[in-house]
């Protein structure tokens, strides 16, 4: 894995009017593997990391009841970047609250909060079509 000063780590929040926050385990920003799914982005403790649809590249639209069910997954430093994901696509936009929030190819990234093991996607296609896994090229995978 490769450790990078200038690329973000992970830690994960609630809300942004200051809802908890947890770290992920060395601030990994991986490739996992959800059945049905293949390939995906996931964090460092293997939860897939999701897409918004309505975010425009480089903005993110989830915030309050949103992001209380799909926190933003928040930057920090000293990453540590898994096989399979391109450093060069990993980024950050700053929210409103003037928290830093990783993308990947542009897109804000975000958990499920029902997803509790790595390998499960239950947000997938969620709220008619507007959440998606990310795949390692950027993509959602549908």
Do not use: K
């Not at 942004?16 to 060395?26: I, K, V, Y």
């Not at 029902?114 to 296609?125: C, F, H, I, L, S």
């Amino acid at each position: 894995m490769l450790t990078t000063a200038c690329v973000l780590a992970l830690t994960l929040a609630g809300c942004t009017s200051g809802g908890p926050t947890a770290t992920a385990p060395g601030g990994e920003l991986g490739v996992g593997h959800v059945p049905g799914l293949g390939s995906v982005v996931v964090d460092g403790e293997g939860q897939t990391l999701y897409l918004y649809v309505p975010d425009a590249r480089g903005r993110s639209r989830c915030y309050g009841i949103c992001a209380s069910q799909w926190p933003p997954v928040l930057a920090a430093r000293h990453p540590r970047l898994g096989p399979g994901i391109e450093r060069a696509m990993v980024g950050e936009i700053r929210r409103r609250n003037g928290a830093e929030q990783v993308t990947y190819d542009g897109w804000p990234l975000y958990r499920w909060r029902y997803d509790t093991t790595p390998g499960q996607a239950t947000g997938e296609g969620r709220s008619m079509g507007l959440w998606w896994a990310v795949s390692p090229s950027g993509h959602e995978v549908r």
